[in-house]
Nanobody, 115 residues
Framework: QVQLVESGGGLVQAGGSLRLSCAAS????????MGWYRQAPGKQRELVAT???????NYADFVKGRFTISRDSSKNTVYLQMNSLKPEDTAVYYC?????????WGQGTQVTVSS
């Protein structure tokens, strides 16, 4: 089992920034990948960004140039730095990790961007 604890969500004005954190209960080097997904009301959950064990990153087109995923192996934590936020970024953001072919999800953190 892998437990994930997310933090950093909140309310921000359009154009502002937030940083999400997701702390894993295991060393991140045991994880094939770590990432962030989001789900807005009435919409399906969608990929935002991922980072693999080797450090390769992948971003959804709608966040390229605005969001940055990173990790700190000493803290077993993955981050999502979100800049130039837009009202359409409003959603619950979920941390996701993959370990030995199994997915684990965090509880989600609300991000609300006001116009």
């Amino acid at each position: 089992q892998v437990q994930l604890v997310e933090s950093g969500g909140g309310l921000v004005q359009a154009g502002g920034s937030l940083r999400l954190s997701c702390a894993a209960s295991t060393t991140i080097f045991s994880l094939s990948s770590m990432g962030w997904y989001r789900q807005a009301p009435g919409k399906q959950r969608e990929l935002v960004a991922t980072i693999t064990r080797s450090g390769n990153t992948n971003y959804a087109d709608f966040v390229k140039g605005r969001f940055t995923i990173s990790r700190d192996s000493s803290k077993n934590t993955v981050y999502l730095q979100m800049n130039s936020l837009k009202p359409e970024d409003t959603a619950v953001y979920y941390c996701n990790v993959l370990r030995i072919g199994r997915e684990y999800w965090g509880q989600g953190t609300q991000v609300t961007v006001s116009s």
